[in-house]
């Protein structure tokens, strides 16, 4: 099993339509996870971290299911400019402070008028 | 404005050379990563840095190289040993303060080989 698992998609959806995404992660010692956006060609930016109670920011709702091993992203009333991809990210601390970023391949989600 | 800038931004290289990518951060972060990202692919760590003086290979370390003499600083250079250096870099930067260990990213370098 891959340490963090997305589906590649992509995701073509029309405006204003709901999408979730789902990312497994292997390492059950995980200790914090985050959702990041990326647009062609450009940087990764934090879109939110992933907080045990499950959190949400707007449009964007994301869960923690630690029995399960996943995280997810739900999108709601979708939007052109939503159109990216969707990074998972997973820190398993070991050793104390030092930390192990792992990243997903990615979701490329495309709105469509 | 506090953030993580790289240089430069397009960078073209001829076979055999080796070639040098700058990332700086004033955000007083202890720890900067470079990764790889291929065209539709994932991010591949290159290499990291906890603390100054100090690095780590990541998974795909062969034919790169770094430096972290300065907190601020983490040069990657990349020799004539990586057989296919054409990628999008990325350099990104993390403190172990943050309880939940945000990473920032620069805008990252395009390396093309001609």
């Known amino acids: 099993r891959k340490e963090v698992e997305q589906d590649p998609g992509p995701f073509n959806v029309p405006e204003g339509a709901t999408v979730a995404f789902n990312c497994t992660y292997s390492n059950s010692a995980s200790q914090s996870f985050f959702w990041y956006r990326q647009d062609c060609r450009k940087e990764p930016k934090l879109l939110m971290s992933v907080y045990s109670s499950g959190n949400e920011d707007g449009r964007f709702t994301a869960q923690l299911n630690r029995a399960s091993q996943y995280i997810s992203l739900l999108i709601r009333d979708s939007k052109l400019s939503d159109s990216a991809t969707y990074l998972c990210?997973?820190?398993?601390?070991?050793?104390?402070?030092?930390?192990?970023?792992?990243f997903g391949k990615g979701t490329k989600l495309s709105v469509k008028p | 404005d506090g953030g993580i800038t790289q240089s430069p931004k397009y960078l073209f290289r001829k076979e055999g050379q080796n070639v040098t990518l700058s990332c700086e951060q004033n955000?007083?972060?202890?720890?900067m990563y470079w990764y790889r990202q291929d065209p539709g692919q994932g991010l591949r760590l290159i290499y990291y840095?906890?603390?100054?003086?100090?690095?780590q290979k990541g998974d795909i370390a062969e034919g790169y190289s770094v430096s972290r003499e300065k907190k601020e600083s983490f040069p990657l250079t990349v020799t004539s040993a990586q057989k296919n250096p054409t990628a999008f870099y990325l350099c990104?930067?993390?403190?172990?303060?943050?309880?939940?260990?945000?990473?920032?990213f620069g805008e990252g370098s395009w390396l093309t080989v001609v």
């Open positions: 955000l007083n972060h202890d720890a």
């Open positions: 990104a930067s993390t403190t172990f303060i943050d309880s939940g260990n945000t990473i920032y």
């Open positions: 990210v997973v820190n398993t601390n070991y050793g104390g402070s030092q930390g192990n970023l792992i």
């Open positions: 840095s906890q603390i100054v003086n100090d690095f």
